[in-house]
């Protein structure tokens, strides 16, 4: 491989070396460990635990290969997330995927396994009840199970490399999922609308026309679920727009289950959100935190999605 290839191209090789060495790591560990120790069993991760578990009872030699083994996959962490935000064929859902399997990789050196939960939208008939938020954990583990665990993450983050752009990156780079779409399949100029659709609130209409009328002046095509064509389960249709669509734009006015749920889902895969509502409409604490201005009419709505607009687009409107 000549020398001046960018290290981009290695980052799957360098992950199977680490893979090949740290083989090595577990089955020394298998050997020179216990084969079962009552307090190793399955507890939840507490850092004030003064029992470590299985690496509490390592060796020296043991725990210092480890760890140079898991400051490697740190320093590799580092040059995947780059070229997975620039790979087409790959999406933040994937980043997100990817940060997963290199915690994942370096818990089981320690012989632990990582453990994740996604956020989810809490219901019940209709009555938004609130939003779960994101958890991690890791749980002791023996080393065979630390060693399964490893290669379950390892197959997942190379399965994206696999399919990765390596080449090299001549400065190339894109944003952290979160600042801008970066999905595959992503359609630039488009925005979706969530709100809520009522053919009895003729006034709905005329929210959603104005929000339409103002992405128009800067070139971009909004719609809203009724304006989508589709021969499939419409709820898939609809996440398809969340993931691909380039604007994000939702109005909470009736404070509607779905509307907060696509919300919470948008967020989930690192979306930004737009968010307005009609005053005097409550802001649940699902969403406290983020900034959702309330509108008196539609002058005073068209107005601050304008600026916005603008914000997001980097300049003034094409019409």
Known sequence: MPATVSIDLSVLQRLQSIRMEALAYFYDAISSLPTSMADAHFDT???NLSDDGYWGKATDELRNSGQGLAGRLAELAQDTASTIRRSPLLTEVDQREAGYAFKGMRAALRFR????????????????????????SEIKANPSDSKEAFERWFASLESRL?????????????????????????????????????????????????????????????????????GDVITDRILDEIKTAEFLIADITGERPSVYYEIGYA????????????????IHFDIAAYNCPDYKNLSELGDMLMRRLENLTGGPPKS
């Not at 396994?113 to 991690?136: C, K, M, Y």
């Not at 399949?185 to 209409?205: C, N, Q, V």
């Open 113 to 136: 396994t990582f453990e994740s939960a996604g956020i989810e939208v809490l219901h019940d008939e209709g009555q938004v009840l609130g939003v779960q938020p994101p958890s991690e």
């Open 267 to 282: 967020h989930a895969i690192g979306r930004r959100v737009s968010m307005y509502r009609k005053a005097g409409t409550p």
């Open 45 to 47: 991760y507490d850092r």
């Open 162 to 230: 696999e399919i990765a752009d390596l080449r090299p990156s001549e400065g190339r780079d894109l944003p952290i999922a979160g600042s801008g779409p970066i999905a595959a399949g992503y359609r630039p100029d488009t925005a979706f609308i969530m709100m809520w659709i009522s053919k009895d609130k003729p006034e709905l209409e005329d929210v959603s026309d104005r929000i339409k009328e103002c992405c128009a002046k800067f070139g971009v095509t909004a719609v809203r679920a009724d304006d989508i064509e589709h």
